[in-house]
């Protein structure tokens, strides 16, 4: 129980603290991108990873992390001397999962915030520049309050499936080198219900997950309506 737990706090928490702001720093970098081609080619280029298959991600990446592969043959030649099978190391691992993460959701999980940039009310844009405002006050007095509900909103939900790390992926990736760090909530319950066929236990690691996300939903929520004027309910 110490090892799943850890496991899936230490993933959400890099989730949380690399996947989530992200997105929001490429939204408004493209907000500030003037020629129509290039930022419809950028959009373009970094929202393709997301519909590519599961079950090809994890090839590509078992690929590439093998010791023949680019990054664990190559890179790690150049880096360490020697070729390292990545999947095998348990101190890989995260690493592997936050990056993979990250390529594939950068561009699709920065749509609503781009969208949500375009209907900001342009005449502040105006108001401000004939005041002397540069960019980046801009940035700070007009472009972040107005995304600011939409950054709550989504912090609110990601909080709420902070335990919930999808099995497909590591179930994927991981084997039994890896368990120290790859064995999260999701695949221990995968593991015990679907190929132990321990259904009650299962069941009962499954529920409690779930009472917790729940848990962190509500109060993630009534922080949210306390420091702030958005919340979900």
């Known amino acids: 129980f110490g090892r799943i737990l850890r496991n899936t706090l230490v993933l959400s928490a890099l989730s949380l603290l690399i996947c989530f702001p992200l997105p929001i720093v490429f939204a408004l970098l493209l907000n500030e991108v003037q020629n129509l081609r290039f930022k419809k080619s950028v959009q373009t280029i970094t929202y393709m990873p997301y519909f590519i298959s599961l079950v090809v991600l994890a090839g590509i990446i078992i690929d590439f992390t093998s010791s023949d592969g680019l990054v664990g043959g190559t890179l790690m030649s150049l880096i360490t001397g020697s070729k390292v099978n990545l999947l095998s190391d348990a101190k890989y691992f995260r690493g592997i999962m936050i990056v993979s993460e990250l390529w594939q959701g950068l561009g699709y999980s920065s749509i609503i915030y781009v969208a949500t ?39 609110i939900l990601k909080c709420g499936s902070l335990l919930a790390i999808g099995a497909e992926k590591i179930i994927l990736l ?21 190929q132990e066929f321990n259904y009650g236990y299962s069941t009962a690691v499954g529920m409690f997950n779930s009472v917790i996300n729940f848990a962190l939903i509500l109060i993630t929520n009534k922080l949210a309506k306390k420091f702030s004027d958005t919340s979900l309910f």
């Open 117 to 155: 940039l375009s209907s900001v009310d342009q005449e502040l844009y105006e108001a401000a520049a004939i005041d002397g405002a540069g960019r980046w006050k801009q940035t700070i007095h007009i472009t972040l309050p107005g995304l600011s509900p939409t950054i709550i909103i989504m912090l």
């Open 174 to 194: 991981y084997n039994a080198n890896i368990y120290e760090t790859a064995d999260v909530i999701s695949t221990f319950v995968y593991r015990k219900g679907l």
